[in-house]
């Protein structure tokens, strides 16, 4: 007999799992892969020796959605079933377009809402951070500001809805303030997090671990925080694919004289052409070359 649970926390072979009840158990999943992530649905049982708090994970769920990164050696998730991705960046530490880019191309490939919140909306550098995500704006991106510790009243009043019913991954580069974030939204967040690493036997709350946490466990609202923002690998994406993966260029796509245009360098493309004119952000071209560059490498290999 197994019983359903939640991954709510990940860490290399071990995982807590939480029963419908609320209780939560170290489990272990079968054989030697390792394949959950949180987010994931699993049928568990009881392991014979270990006692009531451990058990073998011994079926995954399908799964809704899967958000992932890949470099050329390895693939690594994010976290399963999400219902929305916040990525949070700020003016200080300023955000790295490229990586903002990334984390849309993936969430856009993995058919996962996603918005985009500036935090630290009172420093200074938030006005050079903000003329940055304007290309994103007007592609139709969902951008919002904030300053979490200055000013926690609108801080909720944004995330509340924003987050309300939903189980939302939290992604964003290092000092930006999402544990900021954590402690204003989740009620005894140091407590989820003490026990969840205490359970993985982890030590260190910050940055290797996966974690679910409950905003409001009733009403089905959760944020999920989770490393690995910066190395934002996409070789699992076809280079063919790219351009659609990224609003602005798919824009023009029609208008190319080519039908496998690669928007680089033949005659007749709608893509340079909106370039040119200023409908594409310079910023946002150079990045797709990049990307361009980085994949067509990976296929060839
Ligand atoms: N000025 C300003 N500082 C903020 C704001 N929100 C958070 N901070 C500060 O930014 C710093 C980083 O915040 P954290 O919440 O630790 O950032 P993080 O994203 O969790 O960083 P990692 O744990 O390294 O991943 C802290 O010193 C916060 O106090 C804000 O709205 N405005
Ligand atoms: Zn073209």
Known sequence: MTAPGLVVAAHGRHFIVETPEGTRLTCHPRGKKSDCVVGDRVRWQPTGSGGEDEGVIQK????RNLLFR??????????ANLDRIIVLVAGDPMFSESQLTRALIAAEDAGIDVCVVLNKADL????????????????????????????????????????????TLVLGPSGTGKSTLINLMVPEAAAQVGE????????????????????????????????GFQEFGLQQI????????????????????????????????????????????????????????????????
């Not at 470099?71 to 976290?79: P, V």
Request: charged share 25%.
């Open 60 to 63: 995954i769920d399908p799964r």
């Open 196 to 227: 969840i690493s205490t359970a993985l036997n982890s030590g260190r709350h910050t940055t290797t671990t996966t974690r679910w946490y409950w905003v409001d466990r009733p009403a089905g609202t959760a944020l999920i925080d989770s490393p």
């Open 70 to 79: 890949q470099d050329e050696w390895k693939t690594k998730s994010f976290a």
């Open 124 to 167: 200074p550098q938030a006005a050079l951070a903000r003329e940055r995500l304007a290309p994103y704006r007007a592609m139709g991106v969902e951008v919002h500001d904030c300053s979490i510790k200055h000013d926690a009243e609108a801080a909720r009043a944004l995330f509340g809805p924003l987050l309300a019913g939903r189980t």
């Open 238 to 301: 076809d280079v063919q694919r790219l351009p659609r993966l990224m609003p602005d260029l798919r824009a023009h796509i029609g208008d190319c004289r080519f039908y496998n245009c690669t928007h680089r360098q033949e005659p007749g493309c709608g893509v340079r052409a909106a370039v040119e004119r200023g409908d594409i952000s310079p910023s946002r071209y150079r990045i797709y070359g990049e990307l361009f560059d980085e994949l067509s490498r990976s296929s060839h290999r």
